[in-house]
C-alpha cells in the first residue's frame, strides 16, 4: 500500500467499481505526478474508506479509475485525541493542522479566545474551513491516514469545550496555573481512549477563559 499514490475522493463506497478523479486531485495526478494509464492508485474518503485501482484512461479534465478492490488500512489510533486550539495569526493555524494531522488527532476545534487577534466575523468562516480542510486531507494523504480529521470553528472558549468529545481525558495547558504532572495524570486514568486537550492563543487564555475549562473538569 504504500507505493501506491493516494487521491481523495469524497463519494466512493465499498461497492464503487469505477471512480472519476476530477479537479485539483486530478491536476495533482496529471501535472504534478505525472502518472499515466495502467499506473495503479489507492481512492480514500476520508471517512475510513480506501481502494485500489488503476487509472484505465486519461482526458483533459478527468482520470478514470478502475477500482480492484478494498485496502485494509489500520493506519489509525484507537485513542482519540482532540486539539481545541485557540485562534492564532496568519498562517499558523494551517501548520497546527498539518502537523495535528499527521500526528493522528482525530478532531481539530478551534476557538475565538480573548486574546486571539484574528476575528470570526460572518462570511468568511465558510472560506476560513474550506481551506483548513483542503490542508488536512492534504496531511492525511501524506501521512496514510484513511480518516481526514473533523474541524470546527467556534465562537468562544465555553463552546469549544462544550462541542468536546464527551467522556474524555480533560486538560489544559496553562502557563499561570498550578499545574499537575501529566504522567502522574495519565497513571491515574488508565483505560481511557480519548483525551481533549486545550490550548491558548499567543497570549495564552484569560483566568476568566482558564476559570470556565476548570469548572467543566478541564485539569491543568
Same mark, same amino acid.
Given at each position: 500500500m504504500s507505493a501506491l499514490r493516494r487521491f481523495f475522493l469524497e463519494d466512493i463506497t465499498p461497492e464503487s467499481r469505477e471512480a472519476v478523479i476530477k479537479g485539483a486531485e486530478f491536476l495533482h495526478l496529471n501535472k504534478v505526478l505525472r502518472l499515466r494509464t495502467n499506473d495503479k492508485v489507492s481512492i480514500f474518503n476520508g471517512k475510513g474508506l480506501e481502494l485500489s485501482g488503476e487509472i484505465s484512461s486519461i482526458d483533459g479534465s478527468s482520470a478514470r479509475i478502475t477500482i480492484?478492490?478494498?485496502?485494509? =488500512? @489500520? =493506519?489509525?489510533?484507537?485513542? @482519540?485525541?482532540?486539539?481545541?486550539?485557540?485562534?492564532?495569526?496568519?498562517?499558523?493555524?494551517?501548520?497546527?493542522?498539518? @502537523?495535528?494531522?499527521?500526528?493522528?488527532? !482525530?478532531?481539530?476545534?478551534?476557538?475565538?479566545?480573548?486574546?486571539?487577534?484574528?476575528?470570526?466575523?460572518?462570511? @468568511?468562516?465558510? !472560506?476560513?474551513?474550506?481551506?483548513?480542510?483542503?490542508v488536512a486531507i492534504g496531511a492525511a494523504k501524506q501521512s496514510k491516514r484513511p480518516l481526514v480529521p473533523d474541524i470546527k470553528l467556534c465562537r468562544n472558549l465555553k463552546l469549544a469545550l462544550e462541542s468536546a468529545a464527551k467522556g474524555s481525558l480533560k486538560l489544559l495547558?496553562?502557563?499561570?496555573?498550578?499545574?499537575?504532572?501529566?504522567?502522574?495524570?495519565?497513571?491515574? =486514568?488508565?483505560?481511557?481512549? !480519548?483525551?481533549? !486537550?486545550?490550548?491558548g492563543p499567543e497570549g495564552g487564555l484569560t483566568p476568566e477563559e482558564e476559570g470556565i475549562a476548570f469548572g467543566l473538569g478541564f485539569a491543568p
Open positions: 480492484k478492490g478494498v485496502i485494509d =488500512n @489500520k =493506519n489509525e489510533s484507537f485513542f @482519540k485525541i482532540t486539539l481545541i486550539q485557540g485562534l492564532i495569526k496568519g498562517d499558523k493555524p494551517e501548520r497546527i493542522i498539518q @502537523k495535528a494531522v499527521e500526528l493522528g488527532v !482525530a478532531e481539530l476545534i478551534f476557538f475565538a479566545s480573548a486574546r486571539s487577534v484574528p476575528d470570526i466575523a460572518a462570511g @468568511k468562516d465558510d !472560506a476560513r474551513l474550506g481551506r483548513w480542510t483542503k495547558l496553562s502557563k499561570d496555573a498550578e499545574t499537575q504532572d501529566l504522567r502522574a495524570i495519565l497513571r491515574k =486514568n488508565t483505560g481511557i481512549s !480519548a483525551i481533549s !486537550a486545550v490550548v
